[in-house]
């Protein structure tokens, strides 16, 4: 059993920059891959990125590629999700999930991730 706790939601504006943190509570944490998803009102939820339980291998959307970076420190059981150059599209609750992998591939399906934090809200000004 893991539980998530997201952290580092807020309001900025656009082009600006946050930080999310999830926190992890569990055993095992370095055997989990952690990703974001996002949702938006009348919208599906998205896939944001994913990490593997090393943190060697990194998936991003390419909506997001070259602005968010995904990280984990594993001493400290958190996964960040690094905000950069934000945009109003990029306004949602972002939500923190995990699973144990079977593969090296890092799914970017939700279906896949067994635990879900209980999200954070993003808001980006235009």
């Known amino acids: 059993q893991v539980q998530l706790v997201e952290f580092g939601g807020g309001l900025v504006q656009a082009g600006g920059s946050l930080r999310l943190s999830c926190a992890a509570s569990?055993?095992?944490?370095?055997?989990?891959?952690m990703c974001w998803f996002r949702h938006a009102p009348g919208t599906e939820r998205e896939f944001v990125g994913a990490?593997?339980?090393?943190?060697?291998?990194?998936h991003l959307a390419d909506s997001v590629k070259g602005r968010f970076t995904i990280s984990r420190d594993n001493a400290k059981s958190t996964v960040y999700l690094q905000m950069n150059s934000l945009k109003p599209e990029d306004t949602a609750v972002y939500y923190c999930?995990?699973?144990?992998?079977?593969?090296?591939?890092?799914?970017?399906?939700?279906?896949?991730?067994?635990?879900w934090g209980q999200g954070t809200q993003v808001t980006v000004s235009s």
């Open positions: 990490i593997s339980g090393s943190g060697g291998s990194t």
């Open positions: 569990g055993r095992t944490f370095t055997g989990y891959v």
């Open positions: 999930a995990a699973y144990w992998p079977r593969s090296a591939v890092l799914a970017a399906t939700a279906s896949t991730y067994v635990y």
